[in-house]
């Protein structure tokens, strides 16, 4: 193999939105990492909300840290900040259906 020519990795870097999804595909040097590959990708450009210092990064959604080398075929994800907490949002639920199944004591047809 010729000493000029640097081994590539092929990376994919993705950032979900609600109403898309944004997904890049990259060659870069063997030995690049996750933050090159954001770099790379040109999605700070195009969503300026993105903000490497708060948002969490993962690799398949594993969680990760920009200085983590990527091997060939890896995505990288930019996840966006939770909007609620997961916890809230399933005792809301829970309270809500309780609610509800004490609202239908009665069963149709019958009377009771």
Same mark, same amino acid.
């Given at each position: ?20 999804q ?5 060659? =870069?040097? *063997?030995?690049?990492n996750?933050?090159?590959? &954001?770099?790379?990708?040109?999605? !700070?450009? +195009?969503? $300026? ?16 840290? =920009?200085? *983590? ?6 995505? &990288?994800?930019?996840?966006?900040? !939770?909007? +609620?907490? $997961? ?12 609610g ?13």
């Open positions: 193999m010729n000493a000029e020519v640097s081994e590539e990795i092929g990376v994919e870097v993705v950032y979900a939105l609600p109403e898309k944004a997904r890049i595909q990259l060659r =870069l040097p *063997a030995g690049s996750v933050e090159t590959a &954001v770099q790379a990708s040109g999605l !700070l450009r +195009a969503y $300026p909300e993105i903000d490497l210092k708060t948002h969490k990064i993962g690799i398949f959604a594993k969680l990760t840290k =920009l200085d *983590a080398l990527l091997r060939d075929r890896d995505r &990288v994800e930019i996840y966006r900040p !939770l909007v +609620a907490d $997961p916890k809230e949002v399933r005792k809301r639920r829970s309270a809500e259906g309780k509800m199944k004490a609202g239908n004591a009665s069963i149709p047809g019958t009377g009771a």
